[in-house]
């Protein structure tokens, strides 16, 4: 039944990226299916020979899907119940997904070759592990620290000419020039990720997340995806958009661990044979997996805190000597900004000063709270949940608002980025003239107004001696305006209708900003909004409440943050990383636990939301409940290709020709053994690289290991990194060779992970994602019957696949 | 071929606990397979009519284990690789070991339970699991209160006497005192312990590991043990011992866990039948996760590093939602702790004032560092790293060497505690002698000599205006002295000669401390030692670096913590909780990965030590290498005992009697299917509850679900807490009900993990520890042979018993 969408798959596969994205969006309607071309073995094209007619369950749900010869008819309209699946709405492309393998592959070539393993390669092994993660360490460390130079450079040169010529009394070439430049800024980012690396736009932690979960869609971490990301970053900061550079620093880590696991880029001509050791995806979601927590280190100066976020958010498999490793990697981040800033310290920099790397230091030592305290924190808290909550159901609706926009094309990208460019522009310069000039209090240490640095007194319009509180806020980066909110002692330098206004703006801002073009993160968004809510909250609840007004505000950011991404234990601690203040711990845990629970009775986290929205099948840790009420066997569709032990060529290279299957299994039959039995699996990347080999026999006969170890080592048959590996186009069997044999035992994983068919969907589900499987075999209870039922994969435990098949199955329940 | 280790099991079941431990040390050379008792299926009792020879790989180990006719001759000695397995060393009983079983049982009953579960049941079970996490807190928390409390006056009276006496002039009379009052609690802490629940002893982190690991050892977490380990704690660490309440703590918040997921004690007659929900090991795990976080939270007031150290160092298996409730449950305990502390400043908790739960807050400032200082910093952590390799070393030995002293019953355990007694009272009163006198320094805001409280001038024997600094060390809680240890800007108040001195008596007594009849911790040695070391360390590299002696005390006592747990992020976050300085977070890093790398060179963390030392059977994460080379059905021993779908009462009865297996292979047979086929696997529990329920039939037929819902409900079905399900004995069966027949098929579990016999015994592991399973079917490969081949349990998997079928298989290969 997936003749049709095979023979467009084959179709588009002759065209480029771009076109193979436009199609795919053309026939959206079937699009449900598709996602296991790559992966399934459900596919029923007769090839010649090879059919294994598998029975099957007498089920009612089955009959018109078998009956392929229709292929014009949207077969698979049952299964579409997500009609957004497999389009990535944020500005990436729609390409095909691929799934991910850590299992562990046993097949007489890998025992071979582990035999006669040295000790000093194992040995190497593990150093080279350490000496990645150092590398990763130094490289986000330093991308980290340029991108933050280059942003308080251009954000910095940008403001400092807005706010001469507003010195100059210049208004409207003062908005021109702010305006100007960030027009330019944005175009320039957004033309970069429409043009080079769709990928590239949005924040990139959802796709880091689903990397880690096993899925691998197309260029996530690719170097490509790498240069406009932080370019793109830098953009769109500086270019004054309420966006972040927190969540793009979480994807570039990723792409710099997944470059350097995978020996660099042989399409750039960037490669380094002594890292291509790691050729097995569990090996490179390591690597990936200390690529994002040096991230969010970077980002934040967080070394405990990204550790954290990889732990808590990021990754789905995770091992106590991971955790070693990630701790490395961090502290290699710290210890290179921490050298970095110092050299920056003797003003090298330009105008990277103070402001460069977020640190907040409030110090506001609040040792005691009093019952009122708490009170008005619990509400603080529920209210920010809501808050949190809304923000997620509004940026999901904009998103899908969106996706008809971006998908029209890079122009129509790059226009709706300029649109938002200047929607900004004219709040941030245009709202501060609704606010009152506020003369400068008398006892100061510091200088008032502001002027050609940050602070809490922009001056903006006033005359000397007062200071306009909202053009502190809006004309400043974003990190500056969340140090000016969170600074303590400060009770009475922002008014009301200020807080109201720019709180107002920045949660529209953020909430429309997020879908552009750009690489955007959601961190300083939320923070903004949420240390203003704070702000805002903490000075109404003045009367009940003692505690300072900036520890309102960063507890107001933690509210918004649990209200929205919904992390516990590593947002407190990179607030703790963050201001620095450890006595606020105890509140900003009590905060977090209510935001989040309150908004977790509305919908999920924003990162699954956008997963979700993505259509990347994310498999959750837990089985859905209606898994229980089916068995393995129910789902299982389709009968399958097999290969016997030693099989004809023409039959693998037909199959391989007309299917997209990652997996075959192997059925040895009579003379190699007594009755037809499963021997393994064969995947389809260990075939090519065989046939490749060409190790041929004109006879049906065992070649056996030593034969294959002459002409191959079992390096050639390590996974090759996303997009180099052998491809169907790079094999060039003769016509004469097609009716030879080859022996596939030395390659088949003789050990796959089976369940009988019987056993309960939702057991399987688990078997499943505990080992991070990509195939699961279903094998017959009773005896008697062909020895494999079908294979499991990814796809098959999707809630659009079950329920597709089952749409009368309650899925609560 | 285990008749012969039944035959004693079945005859030592007659006698008490005491004796049972006796008798099992006596046939130490057969304990290496006593293990499964409880748990595999490798028994060859002839048990009649049920009897269902398994066909087995041809191999030559197999031959002698199968004569079971020489009953006499010690069989098993091949497998007794470890003579010290299944003994707990340190002042435990030895006794039957049990594995915990996380996989769901998905039987026809529970499927039938779950559709009629309603909505509100659902919602009420996880509001209950949210309410327990908070009881947890609290409970912890106040606990853990109530001992600093407790040992705070205690030792602070103590202290008190001992210092009005010197202040007398009468030194020996102070001695006696001070000797006496440690002697006496040293005493009845022993008594406690070696009389009431010897698994009490030690630091206990290293039985909830095993035990959140799946291993559960007779009363770990019993009442009985929660009660010693709170007031031998006490006692212990008023009596001055080299010890901390640390490890304590983390096994009391185990133990509150324990006593309030199982719905209190039956034996207590304290039970809360609302509680009763948690009737899976799965769930009590995640309580008791909870459990040993809260005890971190409420030792270290570190709710964070809490969180950090259960994930790092205590749990086996892990997801977010637990990240989510633990952090909850060490939130409140931060929260109560909190409270209670506002509580006393008032002064109404006696002597109990800052000194009580450490906290110390260095604040040194340290902003910048140089070269020199990152030098210094590595020189040591290496050197930190040998100290704690050589730590464990030694503390294996000792501990080994107090083995064959504890196993000489309760009395010797009570004389080895007294010994030590008063070799620390004499080291902590004797040492200061040998210390010079110092005057005050001049220019100090605090008062010299401290009388009567904590502080760095202890007076001891020297006139007015001089103090004793050997004296401040020892003569004080070891909270107190590791206050004075990391006190900043004190860089000459400790002699050399002091530190050293201090330092040889802390690391010398630490190690006998640890092993006696006492509830004791491994931190607080562990951190004054390091601390020292640190000083000493700081003072030596003075000339070539600028920190702090302050400093470099807290990163020597990382360093040490470092060699000796191997932890790494979570003793990060909790020196970071403790010591309030953000800023050393960086060199804390370095120090840590440093001594852990080097430690690492020469040994296994101390916690991985004792666990192997006790001879629980702990599974590692991964593989080992040596499986590779073996398969799933090399390691099945032994014909197995299965049941009929519908089973003769009789059969069932002999099996259960003859046999302390605890799954049971159900195959149907015709009439009830074509051919024989595996239905399932029932528990011995559920058989013991369907056995009692007497629903037997005369002849031969399914009774159905509906039937046995009529009787029982699924709740009856869940597991018991420790101790308290139906027992073998509470059975009464008939003479006439033996011949009658019972339906098996709505109690079985329809849906087990089974491997192929020819999987990798390596992946075979993984499934099995991943899933955290109790048994794992291995299936027959070939056609025409019985439908089960053997059950693999934790047993078959533990290196001893591996190396002992193929002892040519090298263990690191």
């Known amino acids: 039944m997936h003749l049709f969408l095979d023979l467009i798959r084959l179709r588009i596969e002759a065209d480029g990226i771009e076109k193979i994205c436009r199609r795919a969006a053309e026939i959206r309607g079937s699009r449900g299916g598709a996602m296991d071309n790559q992966d399934g073995s459900n596919d029923i094209e007769n090839i010649e020979g090879t059919w294994r007619e598998m029975e099957r369950n007498a089920s009612g749900f089955y009959e018109n899907e078998n009956d392929a010869g229709s292929v014009r008819q949207p077969l698979l309209r049952k299964r579409t119940m997500n009609t957004t699946s497999q389009i990535a709405i944020v500005g990436a492309n729609v390409c095909p997904i691929e799934s991910l393998d850590y299992e562990i592959v046993e097949n007489d070539l890998f025992k071979q070759d582990w035999r006669s393993r040295k000790k000093i390669q194992i040995f190497q092994y593990v150093l080279l592990k350490w000496a990645l993660a150092l590398l990763i360490g130094l490289a986000t460390g330093v991308v980290g620290f340029f991108n933050n130079l280059a942003v308080e450079n251009i954000a910095g040169f940008k403001l400092l000419l807005t706010s001469n010529l507003m010195l100059e009394h210049r208004y409207f070439t003062a908005f021109l020039a702010y305006g100007g430049i960030n027009l330019i800024l944005a175009a320039a980012a957004a033309a970069l990720c429409a043009y080079i690396a769709p990928a590239a736009a949005g924040s990139g932690i959802p796709e880091v997340k689903a990397y880690l979960n096993g899925v691998d869609a197309y260029s996530i971490l690719a170097p490509s995806t790498l240069f406009v990301k932080i370019f793109g970053s830098i953009g769109g900061v500086s270019a004054g958009f309420v966006l972040g550079k927190e969540g793009p620093m979480v994807h570039t880590g990723a792409c710099i661990a997944n470059l350097l696991g995978q020996g660099g880029s042989r399409k750039y001509h960037l490669t380094w044979t002594w890292l291509r050791y790691f050729k097995s995806d569990r090996d490179r979601r390591d690597l990936i997996t200390c690529g994002s927590a040096a991230g969010v280190a970077a980002a934040f100066r967080a070394p405990v805190g990204g550790v954290l976020f990889a732990l808590e958010e990021a990754a789905s498999w995770w091992r106590s000597a991971l955790l070693w490793r990630t701790f490395f990697t961090t502290a290699i981040v710290a210890v290179v900004l921490r050298g970095l800033i110092e050299y920056c310290r003797s003003g090298k920099c330009g105008l990277f000063g103070k402001g460069g790397l977020i640190m907040f230091d409030i110090s506001s030592n609040v040792s005691t709270y009093s019952t009122p305290d708490l009170i008005a924190v619990i509400v603080l808290g529920i209210i920010g949940g809501v808050f949190g909550a809304l923000f997620n159901y509004l940026l999901d609706r904009i998103l899908r608002t969106y996706s008809f926009i971006n998908e029209k094309g890079a122009p129509y990208k790059i226009l709706l980025t300029i649109t938002i460019s200047i929607l900004t522009s004219c709040c941030s310069y245009g709202l501060p003239w609704l606010a009152k000039c506020t003369p400068c209090p008398k006892d100061l240490e510091e200088e008032c107004p502001t002027v050609g640095r940050s602070g809490n007194f922009k001056n903006f319009h006033c005359p ?54 750009v690489p955007s993160g959601l961190f300083i968004p939320v923070i903004l909004a949420g240390a203003t809510y704070g702000r805002i909250t903490g000075t109404l609840l003045g009367p009940i409440s003692d505690l300072d007004a900036g520890l309102f505000a960063l507890l107001g950011a933690a509210s918004f943050l649990g209200g929205t991404m919904r992390m516990t234990v590593s947002v407190c601690v990179i607030l703790l990383e963050l201001t620095n203040d450890l006595l606020m711990l105890s509140l900003v845990m009590l905060v977090l636990l209510i935001s989040k629970t309150v908004a977790d009775c509305f919908n999920k986290g924003v990162y699954d939301q956008i997963v979700m929205m993505k259509g990347l099948p994310y498999m959750e840790a837990h089985a859905e409940p209606y898994m229980r009420h089916l068995v393995a066997g129910d789902v299982v ?32 039959e009579p003379p190699f053994s007594d009755a037809p039995e499963l021997f393994g699996l064969v995947l389809r990347s260990h075939l090519l690289v065989l046939l490749k080999g060409k190790r041929f026999t004109r006879e049906r006969v065992k070649t056996g290991v030593k034969e294959i170890l002459q002409r191959f080592g079992a390096f050639d048959f390590a996974k090759a990194g996303s997009g180099k590996g052998l491809k169907f186009e790079d094999l060039n069997i003769l016509e004469e060779e097609m009716d030879m044999f080859v022996d596939l035992h030395p390659i088949t994983n003789t050990s796959p992970y089976t369940v009988v068919e019987t056993m309960s969907l939702a057991k399987a589900a688990v078997l499943f994602r505990e080992l991070g499987l990509r195939h699961l075999c279903v094998v017959p209870k009773t005896p008697g019957r062909p020895p494999i039922v079908g294979i499991l994969t990814r796809h098959d435990f999707t809630p659009e696949h079950i329920l597709g098949l089952f749409p009368h199955i309650h899925p609560h329940k």
Do not use: C, W
Not at 643 to 659: C, D, M
């Open 637 to 668: 569709s389709g009968p399958l290709i097999t290969f016997s032990g030693v099989e004809k060529v023409g039959n693998i290279v037909q199959a391989l020709r007309l299917t997209g299957h990652n997996g075959f299994p192997v059925i040895d």
């Open 464 to 517: 000397p001696g007062y200071y306009n509180d909202l053009a502190s806020l809006f004309l400043n980066t974003n990190d500056d305006a969340i140090r000016n909110l969170f600074s303590g002692g400060t009770g009475n330098e922002f008014h009301m209708s200020t807080l109201f206004l720019f709180f107002a703006a920045i949660y529209g801002l953020g909430l429309v900003t997020y879908g552009v073009a």
